[in-house]
Nanobody, 123 residues
Framework: QLEESGGGSVESGGSLKLTCTAT????????MGWFRQAPGKEREVVAR???????TYADSVKGRFTVSRDNANNRMYLQMDNLEPGDSALYFC???????????????????WGQGTQVTVSS
C-alpha cells in the first residue's frame, strides 16, 4: 500500500530523488514520513509530517534533503542532494492508518510501511 522507488548508487556529492506512491487509503497530510535503516543500525527518521502537518527533518539531513508532495496523486518525494556515504541505507516511507483513514490522534503511530528502496553512496 506504500511503494518506494528511485533508490540507487551514487558518488558522494550526488543526488537522488525518492518517490513514495500511496493509495487514497494510505496517503495522509499528517503523520507521513521518510525513514532509513543502515546495516547494523536502528531505523531512524529522515523527515516526517507531524500531527499538525508541520514537516520536521533530522539534523543530519537539514539543508540537503527536501520533502515535497503531490496530493492529487498521493505521492511524497524525498529530494536528496549532496549525498554522503553516511546516507547509505534502506529508505522507507511510512504513514499512520488513523490519519490516513481521515481521523485524528494525538500522536503519530507509523503502522503502514513500504518495503524500502536502497540508497548507496560511495566516497
Amino acid at each position: 500500500q506504500l511503494e518506494e522507488s528511485g533508490g540507487g548508487s551514487v558518488e558522494s556529492g550526488g543526488s537522488l530523488k525518492l518517490t513514495c506512491t500511496a493509495t487514497r487509503y494510505t496517503y495522509s497530510k499528517f503523520c507521513m514520513g521518510w525513514f532509513r535503516q543502515a546495516p547494523g543500525k536502528e531505523r531512524e527518521v529522515v523527515a516526517r509530517f507531524e500531527t499538525d502537518g508541520v514537516l520536521t527533518y533530522a539534523d543530519s539531513v537539514k539543508g540537503r534533503f527536501t520533502v515535497s508532495r503531490d496530493n492529487a496523486n498521493n505521492r511524497m518525494y524525498l529530494q536528496m542532494d549532496n549525498l554522503e556515504p553516511g546516507d547509505s541505507a534502506l529508505y522507507f516511507c511510512a504513514t499512520d492508518s488513523v490519519f490516513a483513514g481521515g481521523t485524528w490522534s494525538s500522536r503519530c503511530h507509523f503502522d503502514i510501511w513500504g518495503q524500502g528502496t536502497q540508497v548507496t553512496v560511495s566516497s
